[in-house]
């Protein structure tokens, strides 16, 4: 597998969702899926809705009525996402491309995604499917990781890892912070038919009472799994290196994470 692509397989959902997401993803789900309910959407796409963290929110906050289709590249995460959902929920779960979406021009009112876009191997490709699938006056909410810098436990993860493989460091804790520069994300979504921009920059302090299964989950709930073993490397004692390295530089007991990330809202005029 590539180190840059993002295959969420095996048994990566259950760590992703059980361990990661409640620290990293749940509270920003929360905004984003506020955000989305207030312009009260009758038809709303999800991209890279991996576990159906957001999917779930969504679906809490939304009129019963609407139309809501979740859809990511990886099945299992799909497999995973659809457990958090009772019969006879409105909801639909759909395998998708995000640069080549399954859907009609304008069949929706507003399309969300949330830590995706940095994933896309074409995004200015990805803006235009969310352009050509929405509606005029839709609406398109996304966020991203903002750099290392505002995410430490990105950039420790990384540097642990890096230090295991001088040679050839597995990369994939570099992409999620890697996509962050506003302005180049203004100018594409502008090239792609976009308008109305706005942006907004939310932290947190990320605390877990007990950082092991966090540790753990950030290897083998990621596809740095992968990456490791394909160079022969232990993924149980990286897990202990990051394990220490995150007690070391934010504490224990509980250790608190300092989150940045950039939310993009957009309009198709």
Known sequence: MSDNAA???????????????????????????????????ARILETAAGTGILTRRLRD???ATARLVAT?????????????????????FDQADATALPFGD????????????MFFPDKAKSYQEVRRVLAPGGAYLFSVWDAHRYNSFGRIIHDVI???????PPRFFEVPFAYHAIDPIKEALANAGFADLRVSVLNQIGVVSNISPFSR???????????????????????????????????????????????FEATRP
């Not at 969420?8 to 789900?29: C, E, I, M, S």
């Not at 890096?162 to 050839?168: G, N, R």
Request: include cysteine; charged fraction near 20%.
């Open 217 to 263: 989950a950030m290897i083998y709930g990621s596809p740095v799994f992968d990456q490791i073993g394909a160079r022969g490397g232990n993924p149980d004692t990286i897990v202990a290196a990051v394990d220490a390295a995150l007690r070391q530089e934010c504490g224990s007991n509980p250790t608190r994470l300092p989150l940045q990330i950039i939310v």
């Open 106 to 117: 304008g069949d929706f009112d507003a399309v969300c995604c949330q830590f995706g876009v």
């Open 162 to 168: 890096a230090s295991s493989f001088p040679t050839e």
């Open 61 to 63: 906050l939304l009129p």
């Open 7 to 41: 295959a969420f397989v095996g048994n990566v959902p259950q760590y992703y969702d059980r361990d990661v997401g409640p620290v990293l993803f749940a509270d920003f789900a929360d905004d984003l899926a506020r955000r989305a309910a207030a312009i009260s959407p």
């Open 72 to 92: 990511d590249l990886n099945p299992p995460m799909l497999e995973t996402a659809k457990t958090k959902f009772a019969a006879g929920e409105k909801i639909a």
